[in-house]
């Protein structure tokens, strides 16, 4: 019996060290020359010591695979370098150290201060490279025809969001030459990249080349249309942006096929025509950006029961008909903006029901009707109904509970009746619009004190509005405004 104990002990013990010894491969335990190639990088690269978070603290006394921003394998080889927002601002090119990484897979150097300089090839010969990130890294000039050959790239990301800022650009190689080794793509970033081609040219070019690609972004690249057939070969996208580009197109009815589509954005890009309803009916679409196209015709249809749209804006198009019923089973929407629209008819009662809502903005539309109730989406921050024909009286049941909410414009309008006491007291507003309505009764001076804190000087007497109606309905709002106004 002894032995038996004894032997059970052994095993426990054994399996006790075997777990701890695969617990420090799985860390990695730094291996000399790859510490010193850091220390060498970190000697070589020119940064803000103030403003670093990762390079500073490097120190040869620990081991170099706990260093922020750096990632080993098992036997303690570097494999990932995250050297982002380092205000590094020179020096990589000039750096051998780079070289050593033969095992390095991630880079990212986004958001330093690079001084106009172009991708050097220390980067680009990293041919194992499974991601690459050099977006806003001050980089500029002709891509490289070297960024061609890091076939094992599965993300990568060359885009300048800031607009003003000196491009990268695509001429020789071009879009085709670039990517037409890269096979594995399935993240290809590149906004503000000036490419200057042509619908056919940059759809074929991305359609042959990257069957694996599932999110892409080329906003600002100067690219027009139209939007060719071949690009219906994308059929895993998930994320799609083209914002600011001078498409001048409709968009072809095959962006409904794209039946993983999460994200699209095609705002500012000269749409025309009709857009297409079943692209709204794409069960995976979470966010949809068409702002900006005042060409762009379109309706809202019937939602699908629970859809997973999040975002919403359509602002400055010429969609238009009412809002359906089923915007009710929306229940993920967070933001919508259907500003300066043709919409029309009544507000659906039903958008009480979108529980998560954060953002609002119907105005300048033709809706009428009553303001629906918003006291169960209790996450609400922004609501803009201005300039609509909407009527009714308004109640306290409407804005119950919307702690959260900071500004609010239901100016010209035709509401009526009293003003909710209760908007007085909502902890985080700061300005609140009625004005040009047709409201009645009474503001008193005590209640918008207390909602403002005393902090603007209150009118002697409060206003009266309806048979008091020296001052009018604009006067009395215009005051409440003034207030918000200045508080804020």
Known sequence: MSNLLYSWIFLVTLFQILSSTNTVLASGQCLDDQRAL???????VTFNRTISIKL???NQSEDCCIWKGIACDRSGHVTGLELDNESISGGIENSNSLFGFQYLQRLNLAFNRFNNIQIPSVIYNHV???????SNAGFVGQIPIGVSNMTRLVTMDLSTQFPGIQQLKLENPNLTTLVQNLKELQGLYLDGVNISAPGNDWCQALSSSLPNLSKLSLSRCHLSGPIDSS???LHLLSVLRLDNNDLSTTIPEFFANFTRLTS???SSCSLQGFFPDKIFQVPTLQNLDLSNNELLNGNLPQF???GSFRRIILSYTNFSGPMPDSIGKLVMLSSIDLSHCNFSGQLPSTMTYLTELIYLDLSFNNLTGFVPLFNMSQKLTYIDL???GLNGSLSSRHFEGLNDLVYMNLGYNSLSGNIPSVLFVLPSLQKLRLSNNQFGGQVNESSTMAAYGGGVEARRRSRGVGSEAAAGTAAMCADIEKVCKQES
């Open 38 to 44: 850091l220390i060498q990088l970190k000697n070589t």
């Open 56 to 58: 500073v603290t490097w």
């Open 128 to 134: 194992n490279l499974t991601y690459l990130n050099l």
């Open 231 to 233: 690009f219906s070969q």
């Open 264 to 266: 699209l954005s095609l």
């Open 304 to 306: 699908p029961q629970r």
């Open 386 to 388: 201005s300039h609509n």
